[in-house]
C-alpha cells in the first residue's frame, strides 16, 4: 500500500519505518526542514535502538522517502498517518493545532479518497474535529471529495520502539466506515499472523482508550512510590512487597517499580489531559489528581533525601549524576525527573556534574549554559570529588558498577538512588551509604 506518515518523531518514523518493512511503501513529511535534511543524509534524528538498520534497509529499497512538501505528501498515500505532537497546552489540555493543521493539508490538497488515520494521542472528540476540518477544506474549495476518519492511538514505548510496533499486544482501531476497516485489516494484517490482534471499536472509546491505559499505567506507579514513602518510615522494603503483590497474577509483577517519579512525553501530559478533559465534562478525576499530585513530589524525594544528608544549605557540595533521560535506552529528557533534581540541587546551592550515555547533547540544549552544570565523557568522571552519586535512570551500564573505583573518586561513599539498583544489605557490607527509594538496609 501507499502510505503517508505526517510527523517524523518518536511515532511516525517508527510507524513509518515498520509499515515499509513489511512491503509498503511510506513517505513521511516533516515541516522541520532539520529532520528531514537528517534523514535523507541516511541518519536518525533520534536515539532508538534498532531503528536505524530498519530505515536504512528500507530506504535502501526504495519503499521508506522523505520530504517537507505537504503537496507530494497529501498526493502520495490512500491512508494518511497523522502522527504529530499533541503537547499540553497552558491548562493541560491537549494542544490539537499540529493535529488539526495536518488535517486542514489534507482538505486542502487532496484529489480521491482519503483514509486519514489519527496515531497521535488525542482527545475524545478530536476525530469529530479532524472531520471537520477537512470538511470545511473542501467546502472552501466547493468540491465533495470521498475520506474517511479512523482512530489508530499508538501504543509503543521509547527505548524499545520498534520491537512494540512489530509485535504489538493489541492494534486499536476506532471506525465506523467498513471501507476504512477492511483497509486498517489489510494494513496490519503481516504484524498479527500468530493471532488477531486487532481490537475495533467506536471512534471515541479508542480515543479514551489511549488515555486510560496510561493513566492506568501511571496510577500503579505512583501507588507504588506512596507505599515506598510508607515502606522506609515503617521499616519495610518496597521490593519484597512488590514481588509479593506482583504475584497474584491480578495484579502481575509489570510496572510495578518504584522510583524517583514517572517523566517521559506520554504519561504527564496525558494524564494531565485526561485530567481536563474529566473537567470539562464536569465528572471530576480524583485519582488522576492524586496521581499526578504524587508523581509532581516523587521528583523531589531524592533532593529531599540529599538535603535530609546534607543539610539544608548545599553550598560548597558537588554532586555526581548518572541518568539524565527519562528512561534508559533514549534521548528524550521530556518531563524527565533529571531536570526537577538537577534544578532543586542547583538552587540549593550544589554544583552538578551529570552523565548520561545518550542523552547529554539534549541535556545542553535545555540547559543551555546553566551555571552550576557540567558534564562528564564517563560515569567514572562524573564522580571526581563529588559528596555523593545520585543515580536518576536506570541505564544497563550503571546496574554493575566498580565499586572500589567509585569509592576511590568521590569523596565520601555516599549513593542516593533513584532506581533502586542495588541491594541495601551488600551496599551496606561494602561501606558505602546507601539512599534508595522505599527499602530499609
Ligand atoms: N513518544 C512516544 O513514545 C509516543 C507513544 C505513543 C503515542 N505518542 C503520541 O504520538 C504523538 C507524536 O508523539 P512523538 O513523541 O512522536 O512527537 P515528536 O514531537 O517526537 O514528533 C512530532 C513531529 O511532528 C512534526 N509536525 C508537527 N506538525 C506537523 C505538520 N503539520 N506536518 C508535518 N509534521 C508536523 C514535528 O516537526 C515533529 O517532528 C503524540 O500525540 C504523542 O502523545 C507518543
Ligand atoms: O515500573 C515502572 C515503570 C516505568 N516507570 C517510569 O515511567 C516512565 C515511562 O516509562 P515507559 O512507559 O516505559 O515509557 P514511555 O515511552 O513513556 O511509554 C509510555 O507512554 C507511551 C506514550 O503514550 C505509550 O505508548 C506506552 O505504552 C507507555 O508505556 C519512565 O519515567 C519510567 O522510569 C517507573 O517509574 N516504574
Same mark, same amino acid.
Given at each position: 500500500?501507499?502510505?503517508?506518515?505526517?510527523?517524523?518523531?518518536?511515532?511516525?518514523?517508527?510507524?513509518?519505518?515498520?509499515?515499509?518493512?513489511?512491503?509498503?511503501?511510506?513517505?513521511?513529511?516533516?515541516?522541520?526542514?532539520?529532520?528531514?535534511?537528517? /534523514?535523507?543524509?541516511?541518519?536518525?534524528?533520534?536515539?532508538?535502538?534498532?531503528?536505524?538498520?530498519?530505515?536504512?534497509?528500507?530506504?535502501?529499497?526504495?519503499?521508506?522517502?522523505?520530504?517537507?512538501?505537504?503537496?507530494?505528501?497529501?498526493?502520495?498515500?490512500?491512508?494518511?498517518?497523522?502522527? #504529530?505532537?499533541?503537547? $499540553?497546552?497552558?491548562?493541560?489540555?491537549?494542544?490539537?493545532?499540529?493535529?488539526?493543521?495536518?488535517?486542514?493539508?489534507?482538505?486542502?490538497?487532496?484529489?480521491?479518497?482519503?483514509?486519514?488515520?489519527?496515531?497521535?494521542?488525542? $482527545?475524545?472528540?478530536?476525530?469529530?474535529?479532524?472531520?471537520? *476540518?477537512?470538511?470545511?477544506?473542501?467546502?472552501?474549495?466547493?468540491?465533495?471529495?470521498?475520506? %474517511?476518519?479512523? %482512530?489508530?492511538?499508538? &501504543?509503543?514505548?521509547?527505548? +524499545?520502539?520498534?520491537?512494540?510496533?512489530?509485535?504489538?499486544?493489541?492494534? #486499536?482501531?476506532?471506525?465506523?466506515? $467498513?471501507?476504512?476497516?477492511?483497509?486498517?485489516?489489510?494494513?496490519?494484517?503481516?504484524?498479527?499472523?500468530?493471532?488477531?490482534?486487532?481490537?475495533?471499536?467506536?471512534?471515541?472509546?479508542?480515543? /479514551?482508550?489511549?488515555?486510560? +491505559?496510561?493513566?492506568?499505567?501511571?496510577?500503579?506507579?505512583? &501507588?507504588?512510590?506512596?507505599?515506598?514513602?510508607?515502606?522506609?518510615?515503617?521499616?519495610?522494603?518496597?521490593?519484597?512487597?512488590?514481588?509479593?503483590?506482583?504475584?497474584?497474577?491480578?495484579?502481575?509483577?509489570?510496572?510495578?517499580?518504584?522510583?524517583?517519579?514517572?517523566?517521559?512525553?506520554?504519561?504527564?501530559?496525558?494524564?494531565?489531559?485526561?485530567?481536563?478533559?474529566?473537567?470539562?465534562?464536569?465528572?471530576?478525576?480524583?485519582?488522576?489528581?492524586?496521581?499526578?499530585?504524587?508523581?509532581?513530589?516523587?521528583?523531589?524525594? /531524592?533532593? @529531599?533525601?540529599?538535603?535530609?544528608?546534607?543539610?539544608?544549605?548545599?553550598?560548597?557540595?558537588?554532586?555526581?549524576?548518572?541518568?539524565?533521560?527519562?528512561?534508559?535506552?533514549?534521548?528524550?529528557?521530556?518531563?524527565?525527573?533529571?531536570?526537577?533534581?538537577?534544578?532543586?540541587?542547583? @538552587?540549593?546551592?550544589?554544583?552538578?556534574?551529570?552523565?548520561? $550515555?545518550?542523552?547529554?547533547?539534549?541535556?545542553?540544549?535545555?540547559?543551555?549554559?546553566?551555571?552550576?552544570?557540567?558534564?562528564?565523557?564517563?560515569?567514572?568522571?562524573?564522580?571526581?570529588? *563529588?559528596?555523593?552519586?545520585?543515580?536518576?535512570?536506570?541505564?544497563?551500564?550503571?546496574? %554493575?558498577?566498580?565499586?572500589?573505583?567509585?569509592?576511590?573518586?568521590?569523596?565520601?561513599?555516599?549513593?542516593?538512588?533513584?532506581?533502586?539498583?542495588?541491594?541495601?544489605?551488600?551496599?551496606?557490607?561494602?561501606?558505602?551509604?546507601?539512599?534508595?527509594?522505599?527499602?530499609?538496609?
Amino acid at each position: 500500500m501507499k502510505i503517508t506518515v505526517v510527523g517524523t518523531g518518536y511515532v511516525g518514523l517508527v510507524s513509518g519505518a515498520c509499515l515499509a518493512e513489511m512491503g509498503n511503501t511510506v513517505l513521511c513529511l516533516d515541516l522541520d526542514p532539520r529532520k528531514i535534511e537528517i /534523514l535523507k543524509n541516511g541518519g536518525i534524528p533520534i536515539h532508538e535502538p534498532g531503528l536505524d538498520k530498519v530505515v536504512e534497509r528500507n530506504v535502501a529499497a526504495g519503499r521508506l522517502s522523505f520530504t517537507t512538501s505537504v503537496e507530494e505528501a497529501v498526493a502520495f498515500g490512500q491512508i494518511q498517518f497523522i502522527a #504529530v505532537g499533541t503537547p $499540553p497546552d497552558e491548562d493541560g489540555s491537549a494542544d490539537l493545532q499540529y493535529v488539526l493543521s495536518a488535517a486542514r493539508n489534507i482538505g486542502r490538497l487532496m484529489d480521491g479518497y482519503k483514509v486519514i488515520v489519527d496515531k497521535s494521542t488525542v $482527545p475524545v472528540g478530536t476525530a469529530d474535529k479532524v472531520k471537520a *476540518a477537512i470538511a470545511d477544506e473542501l467546502a472552501k474549495r466547493g468540491v465533495e471529495i470521498p475520506y %474517511s476518519v479512523v %482512530s489508530n492511538p499508538e &501504543f509503543l514505548k521509547e527505548g +524499545a520502539a520498534v520491537d512494540d510496533f512489530m509485535r504489538p499486544d493489541r492494534i #486499536v482501531v476506532g471506525a465506523e466506515d $467498513p471501507k476504512a476497516i477492511e483497509l486498517m485489516r489489510a494494513l496490519y494484517a503481516p504484524f498479527q499472523r500468530n493471532h488477531d490482534k486487532l481490537v475495533i471499536m467506536d471512534v471515541r472509546s479508542a480515543e /479514551l482508550t489511549k488515555y486510560a +491505559a496510561n493513566a492506568m499505567l501511571a496510577t500503579r506507579i505512583s &501507588f507504588m512510590n506512596e507505599l515506598a514513602l510508607l515502606a522506609e518510615k515503617v521499616g519495610a522494603d518496597i521490593e519484597q512487597v512488590r514481588v509479593g503483590i506482583g504475584s497474584d497474577v491480578r495484579i502481575g509483577y509489570h510496572f510495578l517499580y518504584a522510583g524517583c517519579g514517572y517523566g517521559g512525553s506520554c504519561f504527564p501530559k496525558d494524564v494531565q489531559a485526561l485530567i481536563r478533559t474529566g473537567d470539562e465534562y464536569e465528572q471530576h478525576l480524583k485519582i488522576l489528581n492524586a496521581v499526578e499530585a504524587a508523581n509532581n513530589a516523587q521528583k523531589q524525594v /531524592l533532593t @529531599t533525601k540529599v538535603l535530609k544528608r546534607f543539610g539544608n544549605d548545599l553550598s560548597g557540595k558537588h554532586i555526581a549524576i548518572w541518568g539524565l533521560a527519562f528512561k534508559p535506552n533514549t534521548d528524550d529528557m521530556r518531563e524527565a525527573t533529571s531536570r526537577v533534581v538537577i534544578n532543586d540541587l542547583i @538552587t540549593n546551592g550544589a554544583t552538578v556534574c551529570a552523565y548520561d $550515555p545518550v542523552a547529554m547533547d539534549e541535556a545542553k540544549r535545555i540547559f543551555q549554559d546553566q551555571s552550576g552544570l557540567t558534564y562528564a565523557e564517563n560515569p567514572l568522571d562524573a564522580l571526581k570529588n *563529588a559528596d555523593a552519586l545520585v543515580i536518576v535512570t536506570e541505564w544497563k551500564a550503571f546496574r %554493575s558498577p566498580d565499586f572500589d573505583e567509585i569509592r576511590q573518586r568521590l569523596s565520601a561513599p555516599v549513593i542516593f538512588d533513584g532506581r533502586n539498583l542495588y541491594d541495601p544489605k551488600m551496599m551496606q557490607s561494602i561501606g558505602f551509604e546507601y539512599y534508595p527509594i522505599g527499602r530499609t538496609v
